[in-house]
């Protein structure tokens, strides 16, 4: 009988321990992930601030830099330009719209066919630069129109979306032509890849509204944003850009960023509600 239990655990223990490191980091990782912290749309808004104050002593354009690549980065790594090489990049007027830009200028660099769709351009300095280094990449940009003519065109010729229309400060309700425009989007078809808050979503209490987009993909800049909790396709964190001042300051709980990576994929929702 001693001899029986004592080969009960042994196998017992041998079981245990032929857990891959795989395995072992995947643990690691989901256990960061459940005490990663979630912004509301004010405290977003503050780390912003921090970091392009003198805390931070980041730039504006260094932050969009580092974000946009980032969400072309996610969008490569699950569309491989082979099969998805053609990417309608979807931009909005503010800060969200330029991270698409330079989304843009890097799915360039990286093989894709990007295609801009960008009804009302920005108008700040730094939006037009952006604009103009896209346009030096030969970027096809759709000419701004009051109907839905050619970013319709553009869907039936396309492989997959970037949404980068409204950030984590967006309000509803959703307003021309980006009202048009999202249905447009949703009816296609194509697989969405979101920047940092689906768009037509609320920054803290999600898609309430059943209006905003519903994408495969979401990456999450800085920190993931409350409204997301429930998200469940693949999900990102990009913002490979946060000193520990700040986030040790807000408890932000980030996980390792793996290698050289400008990302690092959280677990989705249904692996984390299975362990």
């Known amino acids: 009988m001693c001899i029986y239990l004592l080969l009960v655990f042994l196998l017992t223990t041998t079981s245990l321990n032929r857990r891959t490191p795989e395995s072992n980091l995947d643990q690691q990782l989901t256990s960061s992930i459940m005490a990663l912290r979630y912004l509301t749309a004010r405290l977003a808004q503050q780390i912003d601030e921090e970091l392009m104050g003198p805390v931070g002593a980041f730039s504006l354009d260094q932050l969009m830099e580092l974000a946009g690549l980032a969400c072309a980065q996610a969008l490569a ?114 697989p969405i890849v979101s920047v940092d808050i689906p768009s037509g979503w609320d920054v803290e209490e999600g898609n309430t509204t059943g209006v905003g987009l519903n994408p495969r993909v979401l990456v999450s800049l800085t920190a993931p944003k409350e409204g997301v909790k429930g998200f469940t396709g693949r999900h990102f964190l990009g913002g490979r850009f946060i000193p520990r001042t700040l986030e040790e300051k807000y408890a932000l709980n980030l996980p390792q960023y793996p290698g050289t990576d400008q990302i690092v994929e959280l677990p989705s929702l249904e692996s984390s509600q299975k362990l």
């Open 77 to 190: 790594t699950v569309y491989k330009k082979e099969k998805y090489p053609r990417v309608l990049v979807c931009c909005g007027p503010g800060n969200q719209g330029g991270d698409g830009l330079v989304a843009a200028r890097h799915l360039g660099m990286f093989g894709y066919k990007p295609t801009i769709y960008m009804p009302k351009p920005g108008s700040k300095d730094h939006y037009k630069r952006l604009q103009t280094q896209c346009d030096n990449m030969k970027i096809t940009t759709l000419p701004p129109s009051p109907d839905t003519d050619s970013l319709r065109t553009a869907l039936s010729s396309s492989d997959v979306i970037l949404d980068a229309i409204f950030g984590f400060s967006f309000k509803g309700p959703i307003r021309a032509p980006f009202d048009v425009a999202l249905p447009l989007l949703t009816e296609s078809g194509l």
